[in-house]
């Protein structure tokens, strides 16, 4: 799967530096800016662990399409077998002849 890039996501510091804040604004925003720069975090973090349990996911899929391959190949075996076994117990009465 490929990750696709966030365009134009910039940094909490990052958009700060761009905005050339003075101390008087950034004394100012202060709460707001430690806010949001807890807010970035949580959201780094949710980001990681979600980009974890799809490649969790992703490895569970296999798994499970792996074992239904296998499945599907018992089952056919199972079938052929079956279908032997039903020739050979079946009386030659039971045959369609012309």
């Given at each position: 799967m490929?990750e ?10 990052a ?21 949001c720069?807890?807010n970035?975090?949580k959201?780094?973090?949710?980001a ?13 899929l296999?798994?499970?399409?792996k074992?239904?391959a ?21 009386s ?7």
């Amino acid at each position: 799967m490929k990750e696709k890039p966030l365009k134009n996501y910039l940094t909490v510091e990052a958009l700060l530096k761009s905005m050339n804040l003075t101390l008087e604004e950034r004394e100012l925003h202060k709460e707001l800016i430690k806010e949001c720069l807890v807010n970035e975090q949580k959201i780094n973090e949710y980001a990681a662990a979600a980009k974890k349990n799809i490649k969790r996911i992703n490895t569970v899929l296999e798994e499970i399409n792996k074992n239904m391959a296998a499945m599907e190949e018992a089952l056919e075996e199972l079938t052929k077998g079956a279908e032997e076994l039903s020739l050979r117990i079946m009386s030659s009465d039971e045959f369609y002849r012309e």
